[in-house]
T-cell receptor
Framework: KAGVTQTPRYLIKTRGQQVTLSCSPISGHRSVSWYQQTPGQGLQFLFE???????NKGNFPGRFSGRQFSNSRSEMNVSTLELGDSALYLC????????????????FGPGTRLTVL | KQEVTQIPAALSVPEGENLVLNCSFT??????LQWFRQDPGKGLTSLLLIQSSQREQTSGRLNASLDKSSGRSTLYIAASQPGDSATYLCAVTIQGGSEKLVFGKGTKLTVNP
């Protein structure tokens, strides 16, 4: 079974531009979560989508948004890029929504390395 | 606000040594704790998940313990191998309205042949 795939793997943008990252979950998985990883802040939760609905959201500005399609694929969009948005963006999929007491394992993709110049 | 701390930030050991990685968290209101491994340029691989009602989990040479009351977890790696070299992250799933993972910044482990 194919793992979580993310495209593109590397991206270079300039300040003020916007970017869209894509994540295809493992077949049959319905939950997709997004994380930002930076050397200073570590891994931080962005948001989780399940059945095309955002279920949870981390503490990021409104410039960060996402959506999920009916086939569970998800996209993340960052508008008006800032230098501080340079990071590794990881998505993770799981079978079900990570509700209370979930034992559902998340499977992570390889990430998209975004560099903002 | 939940904070997860991992000490040390980096660790270098000779092959064959048994070692312990530490993780502490400030709020005991968690559903579970997970240990992940991250290799350079790759995503995270889940190693062990401990539910809040459990004390430990084992998988092969790995053993993770959880003491929720004291806010501590340890990952024990037996008979370390060069292939164990990676960054190890722990993360807790916090209770409350937002079911999300809060990660530590990781311990970078190097096992020298």
């Amino acid at each position: 079974k194919a793992g979580v795939t993310q495209t593109p793997r590397y991206l270079i943008k300039t300040r003020g531009q916007q970017v869209t990252l894509s994540c295809s979950p493992i077949s049959g998985h319905r939950s997709v979560s997004w994380y930002q990883q930076t050397p200073g802040q570590g891994l931080q939760f962005l948001f989780e989508y399940f059945s095309e609905t955002q279920r949870n959201k981390g503490n990021f500005p409104g410039r960060f948004s996402g959506r999920q399609f009916s086939n569970s694929r998800s996209e993340m969009n960052v508008s008006t890029l800032e230098l501080g948005d340079s990071a590794l963006y990881l998505c993770a999929s799981s079978l079900w929504f990570r509700g209370q007491g979930s034992t559902d394992t998340q499977y992570f993709g390889p990430g998209t390395r975004l560099t903002v110049l | 606000k939940q904070e997860v701390t991992q000490i040390p930030a980096a660790l270098s050991v000779p092959e064959g040594e048994n070692l312990v990685l530490n993780c502490s968290f400030t709020d005991s209101a968690i559903y579970n704790l997970q240990w992940f491994r991250q290799d350079p340029g790759k995503g995270l691989t889940s190693l062990l998940l401990i539910q809040s009602s459990q004390r430990e989990q084992t998988s092969g040479r790995l053993n993770a313990s959880l003491d929720k009351s004291s806010g501590r977890s340890t990952l024990y790696i037996a008979a370390s191998q060069p292939g164990d070299s990676a960054t190890y992250l722990c993360a807790v799933t916090i209770q409350g309205g937002s079911e999300k993972l809060v990660f530590g910044k990781g311990t970078k482990l190097t096992v020298n042949p």
